[in-house]
């Protein structure tokens, strides 16, 4: 084993180790930083009150609350028992990625860096390091939410929000790209230098509210990304344009807008036609967008890079998107598990369920009929030995 592990880069022997996994979520030992005061004892908790499939991390604070992590036309939806933010969720050489908002030292908020899990099925995850900490002037005081991108070529791009002052929340954009490339657990990430911020904001944006940069996507021979803003009482998505995904320039109007306060964390993908269900990749055209903030679907009119209501009113009469409490979801184009997002066959609807793989993962079944539930009564499902189970009422 000697030889091996001289031969092998130090990221293919922790590789090899996490093909050998097995737990719901390995902790990655550098990553257990004890805190100075722990809040509670680990021999109080329980592992019953931890989740058993959704994903949760080791210990301590994720920020926002529940997040859905959503695929073009695909999507998968993580429940945890906590707050979590996801920032930038990518599928790279055959591994799932998850960047969170997280404090390492400590179960309250403060000392806010992305923290990293990886996985190869989006059930079992593996904790690394935390990919991005403040580090440089335009993120000293705080790396907030972003997003990833997958470059032509496979190199992945992280945009981000970086916090540059103690006394308010001044916030600007930020880029970081591996380290190595060729790493496929993507542990190191550098900013470059002269290129930080990206984006930062100018008269007449409030830098308190200039956030959340969304994966960006190529059209007509420029990068384009959003990052989520407010004026007044109005929310913003201010659209912003790249020819090599390095400077950017604010375009004179923003994709979109509404009477609807702070737009936070964005998110803009294309859907398939009405009845098609396959995905779509970032950049690749559609016969609509999606831009999620909790507003309904619009038209994406490249040529002016506008944002169209199918009803003019859509922004203040829209339909719901989920009966959940999904706040601050990623989209990301990936063949994984997830619940399917197509068009309804009058294309005016989202409609979504659960691909069919998801089946195998389901334990034995029990099966209870006829049975009537009184207002304030209940009754036991006897033959289950689980803390956490799914329903279905016919």
Not at 187 to 209: C, L
Request: aromatic share 10%; hydrophobic share 40%; proline share 8%.
């Amino acid at each position: 084993m000697g030889s091996l592990h001289r031969a092998l880069a130090p990221w293919a022997v922790l590789l090899l180790a996490l093909q050998l996994a097995g737990a719901s979520h390995v902790v990655h030992q550098s990553l257990e930083v004890e805190a100075a005061a722990p809040s509670v004892p680990a021999s109080l908790v329980s592992p019953l009150l931890r989740t058993g499939y959704h994903f949760q991390p080791p210990k301590n604070w994720i920020n926002e609350t529940e997040v859905q992590i959503m695929y073009q036309n695909l999507e998968l939806t993580f429940l945890p028992a906590g707050n979590l933010c996801t920032a930038a969720p990518m599928y790279h050489k055959g591994w799932y990625h998850l960047f969170y908002q997280y404090n390492p030292d400590g179960a309250v908020w403060g000392n806010i860096v992305w923290a990293h899990s990886v996985s190869r099925d989006l059930i079992n995850w593996i904790s690394l390091e935390p990919a991005i900490v403040p580090s440089i002037p335009s993120d000293r005081y705080g790396c907030w939410s972003g997003s990833a991108t997958i470059l032509p070529g496979g190199t992945p791009a992280i945009m981000y929000t970086g916090i540059t002052r103690a006394d308010i929340g001044y916030e600007v954009q930020n880029i970081a790209f591996p380290k190595n490339k060729s790493d496929p657990l993507l542990r190191e990430w550098v900013k470059p230098a002269g290129i930080n911020p990206i984006a930062a904001p100018e008269d007449g944006i409030n830098a308190t509210q200039f956030r959340d940069p969304t994966t960006a996507w190529f059209a007509d021979g420029h990068w384009r990304m959003l990052v989520g803003g407010a004026r007044n009482d109005r929310g913003l998505a201010f659209l912003y344009r790249s020819k090599d995904f390095e400077h950017w320039v604010r375009a004179k109007h923003p994709l979109h807008s509404a009477l609807t306060g702070m737009w936070e964390c964005p998110d803009f993908f294309p859907v398939a036609g009405a009845g098609e269900q396959h995905g779509l990749d970032t950049s690749e055209p559609g016969v609509k967008h999606v831009l999620k903030n909790s507003l309904d679907r619009l038209r994406y009119d490249k040529a002016t890079d506008r944002y169209v209501p199918d009803d003019p009113n859509g922004d203040q009469h829209r339909l719901r998107y989920d009966y959940g409490n999904f706040y601050a979801s990623k989209t990301f184009y990936d063949p994984g598990i997830p619940r399917k997002i197509w068009l309804d066959p009058s294309g005016k609807q989202l409609l979504q369920w659960p691909i069919e793989e998801l089946e195998e993962l389901r334990g034995q079944a029990v099966r209870v009929d006829g049975k009537v539930i009184k207002p304030g009564h209940h009754f036991e499902i006897t033959g289950l030995r689980v803390n956490q189970v799914g329903s279905c009422n016919r």
